[in-house]
Antibody, heavy 120, light 109 residues
Framework: QVLLVQSGPEVTKPGASVKVSCKAS????????IHWVRQAPGQGLEWMAR????????HFAQKFQGRVTMAGGTFANTVYMELSRLTFDDTAMYYC?????????????WGQGMQVTVSS | SYVLTQPPSVSVAPGNTARISCEGE??????VHWYRQRPDQAPVLVMY???ARPSGIPDRFSGSRSGNTATLTITRVEAGDEADYYC????????????FGTGTRFTVL
């Protein structure tokens, strides 16, 4: 069973960028999809984007198009997501999560989350 | 954008049955999935494809679907079931294509 481990919390300033990592352990990513879901304080879950590290196929929510960059691959079993031009509204917990190529419609494994705080 | 509406809160006494609904305008042939999120923890999948239970989720949890409304049912409710619950669908023609419900705060009285 794959386990997703994310990087530690970050505090950053408006206008800057933040990079979040998500490392799979216990099993290789293979043809799985890695998604990014965020949760603002006291709010619900919001899907941002996904990548297939085996072929770099990506798909974004239009809201984040142009601000989100994803990278990584199956060799290092790690995926990165960079969010640029940060505003205070980007303060949130960012989760990576997996869906399989067999059924990409739901998320069966989640990372522990990474807190990103945008503060001046 | 597409909206999945859930009741903001549901409360049930221990041992009783809880039902959490999730309504969309036109879910169509797509299936509904459910996640449990305990305080300060990541979400956990508790139901997928309307009524399939992942390994490790007790059979007290069940799912059903009728038209554009999905329901997560928890029987013999326990204190440990207290959490936020979210439904979710994938819609190929929507933006975003992965949509979460508004969330339900489930409280065990």
């Amino acid at each position: 069973q794959v386990l997703l481990v994310q990087s530690g919390p970050e505090v950053t300033k408006p206008g800057a960028s933040v990079k979040v990592s998500c490392k799979a352990s216990g099993d290789r990513l293979g043809t799985d999809y890695i998604h990014w879901v965020r949760q603002a304080p006291g709010q619900g879950l919001e899907w941002m984007a996904r990548i297939n590290p085996s072929n770099y196929d990506t798909h974004f929510a239009q809201k984040f198009q142009g601000r989100v960059t994803m990278a990584g691959g199956t060799f290092a079993n790690t995926v990165y997501m960079e969010l640029s031009r940060l505003t205070f509204d980007d303060t949130a917990m960012y989760y990576c999560t997996r869906s399989t190529s067999r059924d990409w419609s739901y998320f069966d494994v989640w990372g522990q989350g990474m807190q990103v705080t945008v503060s001046s | 954008s597409y909206v999945l509406t859930q009741p903001p809160s549901v409360s049930v006494a221990p041992g009783n049955t809880a039902r959490i609904s999730c309504e969309g305008e036109d879910i169509g042939p797509e299936t509904v999935h459910w996640y449990r999120q305990r305080p300060d923890q990541a979400p956990v999948l508790v139901m997928y494809n309307d009524d399939a239970r992942p390994s490790g989720i007790p059979d007290r949890f069940s799912g059903s679907r009728s038209g554009n409304t999905a329901t997560l049912t928890i029987t013999r409710v326990e204190a440990g079931d207290e959490a936020d619950y979210y439904c979710q669908v994938w819609l190929s023609d929507s933006d975003p294509s992965y949509v979460f419900g508004t969330g339900t705060r489930f409280t065990v009285l």
